[in-house]
């Protein structure tokens, strides 16, 4: 197979990333969901938490919905 490992193929390396991209966005999510619903019972609102989270309002809406 041309010299190359199984590692060092681009399908490889793509389905790599991709699992990298999937594992943060379900950490993200999970990090929200226990977070958002304590910042909303000290009174911040949707807004202030997703500037100080540094994320979208939607996913911060999101997290609360579940929540409810």
Not at 42 to 65: P, R, Y
């Amino acid at each position: 197979m041309l010299g190359l490992t199984l590692e060092q193929t681009r399908v490889y390396q793509e389905a790599k990333a991709e699992g990298r991209e999937e594992g943060r966005e379900e950490r993200k999510a999970e990090m929200l969901k226990l977070t958002v619903p304590l910042l909303l019972k000290t009174g911040m609102s949707v807004e202030q938490i997703a500037q100080h989270l540094n994320v979208d309002i939607e996913d911060v809406q999101l997290a609360a919905q579940q929540n409810t």
